[in-house]
């Protein structure tokens, strides 16, 4: 729509004129530690954004729902959390858009943030892709 902003193509920092923290995490991991990071959070009062691997989140769909449910934002980083940078267009397309279609199925959205995989940060061809996707 046009009213929404652009996001940008890739986010180092926010803004420096205010003093706030993002937080994000790696989704991936032990589902126990995650329902106790979660519930660390949310008696913190924070809103965080993890950014999920899809094969972890395909596997525990109710964690993701859980994320969202709780006003946090849930991302794509990748099916298999492989080197992102090093794959042939093709692999980056089916890592990108693979993760996209589990967050989908588990929460309705695609979600807003892509953080590519095993690299800070993104080549032109994942760029490229993740706005594709």
């Known amino acids: 729509a ?4 652009r996001l940008p193509d890739e986010v180092s920092h926010g803004p420096r004129n205010r003093s706030a923290v993002a937080l994000t995490f790696h989704g991936q991991g032990d589902p126990t530690l995650v329902g106790r990071l979660l519930d660390e959070i949310t008696a913190g009062g924070a809103r965080v954004t993890v950014l999920a691997v899809g094969t972890w989140l395909s596997a525990y769909p109710a964690l993701g729902r ?8 849930l991302g794509n980083h990748t099916l298999h959390h492989g080197d992102i940078n090093r794959m042939p267009a093709h692999q980056i397309h089916a890592e990108i858009a693979g993760c996209a279609q589990v967050l989908r199925t588990v929460t309705g959205s695609i979600g807003r943030w892509f953080r590519p995989s095993r690299t800070q940060h993104a080549s032109a061809a994942v760029r490229a892709t993740a706005t594709r996707v």
Do not use: T
């Open 2 to 5: 046009a009213d929404v902003p």
């Open 66 to 73: 859980r994320i969202v449910n709780a006003g946090h934002e």
